[in-house]
T-cell receptor, first 113, second 115 residues
Framework: GAGVSQSPSNKVTEKGKDVELRCDPISGHTALYWYRQSLGQGLEFLIYFQGNSAPDKSGLPSDRFSAERTGGSVSTLTIQRTQQEDSAVYLC???????????FGSGTQLSVL | AQKVTQAQTEISVVEKEDVTLDCVYETRDTTYYLFWYKQPPSGELVFLIRRNSFDEQNEISGRYSWNFQKSTSSFNFTITASQVVDSAVYFCALSERGRGYKLSFGAGTTVTVRA
């Protein structure tokens, strides 16, 4: 596709349930990022994938959060046992290489009831 | 630790007025990158500019211009002759060499341009 694609665009879940958020980066981009945007915390870095290197997971807020990137392309962010404080917009971005401009998707609005 | 401060929460102007968005940053690194992103109501963050710490030249792109001053750790953004389509949230961000993927964003400034 032309841009970064994220699905679903909206997700409503009950507290305690697991959710999976998907990101399809721009073809050929080796770097993929997840950020979270919430009213209280603003835009926060979560995790970074670069090629076949080990991802930098230092931004993940707890061990309930995990992410993987299969085949160097599609990425899935998984949140287990969701909590109300997980409610936010989860943004995925990709870039051709490091330190290049990031292309962001439209995000997944997650609401935990 | 790095930090980006956008002191202006909201700015409202009438069309054709100029508007300047302030951005002040803190970093211990000598090599770093500064960015501005625009987030329109659709929600998708759109890249506007990237500047590295060794390039203090000011830049102009159409109605947009940026003033980078290392002496005051500021990277301000001006929209000249604003238009309604400029209404959005604007974010300033900083990344350090070696961890260029970790953008530290400011809180954002909401710009509303009234017709």
């Amino acid at each position: 596709g032309a841009g970064v694609s994220q699905s679903p665009s909206n997700k409503v879940t009950e507290k305690g349930k697991d959710v999976e958020l998907r990101c399809d980066p721009i073809s050929g981009h080796t770097a993929l990022y997840w950020y979270r945007q919430s009213l209280g915390q603003g835009l926060e870095f979560l995790i970074y994938f670069q090629g076949n290197s080990a991802p930098d997971k230092s931004g993940l807020p707890s061990d309930r959060f995990s992410a993987e990137r299969t085949g160097g392309s599609v990425s899935t962010l998984t949140i287990q046992r969701t909590q109300q404080e997980d409610s936010a917009v989860y943004l995925c971005a990709s870039s051709p290489t490091l330190n290049e401009k990031l292309f962001f998707g439209s995000g997944t609005q997650l609401s935990v009831l | 630790a790095q930090k980006v401060t956008q002191a202006q929460t909201e700015i409202s102007v009438v069309e054709k007025e100029d508007v300047t968005l302030d951005c002040v940053y803190e970093t211990r690194d000598t090599t770093y990158y500064l960015f501005w992103y625009k987030q329109p109501p659709s929600g998708e963050l759109v890249f506007l500019i990237r500047r590295n710490s060794f390039d203090e030249q000011n830049e102009i792109s159409g109605r947009y211009s940026w003033n980078f001053q290392k002496s005051t750790s500021s990277f301000n953004f001006t929209i000249t002759a604003s238009q309604v389509v400029d209404s959005a949230v604007y974010f300033c961000a900083l990344s350090e060499r070696g961890r260029g993927y970790k953008l530290s964003f400011g809180a954002g400034t909401t710009v509303t341009v009234r017709a």
